[in-house]
């Protein structure tokens, strides 16, 4: 009997009717002779609605009392699942995070997964039940609930297909597979049938938000093999996170993404002299604030004083209190000028594995968003992507032209495939 986990995001639990289609998906893979876990998401938005229930009494709340909110939405849905599967004439069990061994950080909104003890969930797949989980939260080293960071479920549902040794874990949603961009946004987006996991990990990093980053980490690290589906066209294979090793051919951009969840922090007369960015960052990184984009100005003299530059970078809008409050003791430590934010911006990113040694990539994307008229206020490149802070009213403009330009096919022209036994 193979094991197959399967996950279903908030759009595919939205409301009672769709929480019932998704309990005959999980039977007919049951009647197909298979054990299966089923890890799901809070209904809808409501997680969006906790949010804002929070923020209206606090806008800083208390991480412990905001982790316990957010993830009373993922048990809301585990159990009206398991009622359905029930009424249906099937065993079916549902188990928070904490319930199902699932041990992370001590850390409140993004915490990472340390461990899972899958003793409960065993036992009862040895009984023929359906289980249910929790996406998105586990239990911290005291007992507190803690939460993965928004999106987190696919990280859940990754996990816990590696702990278990599952043949397979399947991500539901409501598109029918990862695409070359967002297929809201661009409507020409052509559909992926296979990624590379380090494709698909720089992806979702940069705001492909039909995975979240950890879980396409968590799938290589633990060889658990993914595949993206729809919930509602059953018959589409979806797309494969695979291996370099089982691409036939590898395009020299796989996909465009866009982050809207990003904001630009600019220190102003910061003193030229060595360990200052070391104090700035390390600061940031003490209290798990991760930064993206960094850029330093030349430096520059103002009427004759001590040499000083500016410094700006990115960090996640969801970080950016943390953020401030750290920047502004830096700031009076090293006694810098200034500390602008702006949040209006959002990154945009081109990503593939092809791109390497290929300088022209970039030209063209830059081309391109200049042919726009946009103007591009940050660059920062890795071997396999480039990425360009723009305003954010011009990111879905910025996206279309970019997605134009990599895959001209989706407009009727030839694909830019690269070969890669021929080696272009
Ligand atoms: P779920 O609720 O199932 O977790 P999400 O909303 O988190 O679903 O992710 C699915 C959404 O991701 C899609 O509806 C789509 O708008 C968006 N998306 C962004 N980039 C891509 C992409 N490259 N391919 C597919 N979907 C994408
Ligand atoms: N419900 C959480 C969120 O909306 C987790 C998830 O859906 O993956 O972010
Ligand atoms: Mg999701």
Redesign the pocket.
Known sequence: MALIVQKF????VGSIEKIQRVAKIITDTVEQGNHVVTVV?AMGHSTDALVEMAKQINPDPSGREYDALLATGEMVTTSLLAMTLNSMGYPAVGFNGGQAGVKTEDLHNRARILEINTQNLQQQLGNNTIVIVTGFQGLDSTGNITTLGR?G??TSAVALAGALKADRCDIY???TG???????VVKEAVKLDRVTYIEMME?ARVG???LHPRAVETAKHGNVKLCVRSTFELDNPGTLIVGVQDMETQRSVV?V?CDNDQARIAMVGVPDRPGIAAEIFGSLANNNVSVDMIIQSLSHKDGGEAPTNDIAFTVNADELNEAMKVLTDVQAQINATDLVVDDGIAKVSIVGAGMVDRPGIAADMFKSLAAAGINIRMIATSEIKISCLVDKDQANHAIQVIHDIFFPEAAGAKPALVDKKLGY
């Open positions: 995001g908030g759009t595919s998401s999106g479920s696919d949603t409501d598109v990862v695409y070359s961009t967002d297929p809201r992806l492909a938000q039909v996909g993404a």
